[in-house]
């Protein structure tokens, strides 16, 4: 009974910690996808990351545990791009290639 009582335990404290959360981001081409995926996706705390071009939303999966909502689109903003509220770092919009700067596509 007792190691029945201890994967059950581990099972649901690794469920408390788990968040999904979808953020909005000015990411417009497939150089966005891959850029900002694969920040996000080798970035500590973070499960997954999918970003969906054609609505610019980034479906994330993460540990609250390990890392914060708002550390989240920080690192979504030093990457270049906007994520919610938190509004791009100029600097790295600037190192972007120009496709993958604001309005880039539409160019």
């Known amino acids: 009974m007792k190691p029945l009582i201890l994967i059950v335990s581990i099972l649901f404290s690794a469920q408390v910690y788990s968040q999904e959360v979808k953020i909005?981001?000015?990411?417009?081409?497939?150089?966005?996808k891959e850029r900002l995926e694969t920040k996000l996706n080798y970035t500590k705390g973070i499960k997954?990351?999918?970003?969906?071009?054609?609505?610019?939303?980034?479906?994330?999966?993460y540990n609250?545990?390990?890392?914060t909502l708002e550390e989240?689109?920080?690192?979504?903003?030093?990457?270049?791009y906007d994520a919610d509220e938190v509004k791009a770092k100029q600097e790295a919009v600037n190192e972007l290639?120009?496709?993958c700067r604001?309005?880039?596509m539409k160019k």
């Open 102 to 104: 604001p309005g880039g």
């Open 64 to 67: 609250a545990k390990k890392i």
């Open 48 to 61: 997954y990351a999918e970003l969906d071009l054609a609505t610019q939303d980034v479906v994330i999966g």
């Open 72 to 80: 989240i689109k920080q690192i979504i903003a030093e990457t270049g």
């Open 97 to 99: 290639p120009m496709c």
């Open 24 to 32: 909005h981001t000015s990411a417009e081409c497939g150089q966005c």
